[in-house]
């Protein structure tokens, strides 16, 4: 698993055990398995746009296919920002998530 993708899991689950912020009641296995649900879902909609953009690369730019599959292998994750925050990578706002998650207004 990728260092970023590792990071986004643990600081996802680290926010979802760490207070009332569940819309049913769930164990920690299960906050678990919804967020590799997530991670699933992501990929599978990822996937098309990562490879268009691999074959951009090579036929517009005119670069080497293994550069870049290994310039695009991080695309679509979350990356880091100024002042130490995380973009949530794209498709971050997938069903599983919202299903998973209260808005805090309502978890008071």
């Known amino acids: 698993?990728?260092?970023l993708n590792r990071h986004?899991?643990?600081?996802?689950v680290a926010l979802l055990v760490s207070g009332p912020v569940f819309s049913e009641k769930m164990t920690?296995?299960?906050?678990?398995?919804?967020?590799?649900?997530?991670q699933m879902q992501r990929q599978a909609k990822i996937a098309p746009?990562?490879?268009k953009a691999i074959e951009d690369c090579v036929t517009n730019k005119g670069r080497d296919r293994e550069y870049c599959e290994r310039f695009?292998?991080?695309?679509?994750?979350?990356?880091?920002?100024?002042g130490a925050e995380w973009s949530p990578g794209?498709?971050?706002?997938s069903p599983s998530v919202k299903k998973?998650?209260?808005?805090?207004?309502?978890?008071?």
């Open 1 to 3: 698993m990728r260092v």
């Open 8 to 12: 986004f899991l643990i600081g996802l």
């Open 28 to 38: 920690r296995d299960d906050a678990v398995e919804v967020m590799a649900q997530c």
């Open 49 to 51: 746009l990562r490879q």
């Open 72 to 82: 695009n292998r991080s695309f679509g994750d979350p990356t880091p920002r100024a």
């Open 90 to 93: 794209c498709f971050g706002n």
């Open 100 to 108: 998973l998650l209260l808005p805090r207004s309502t978890s008071r």
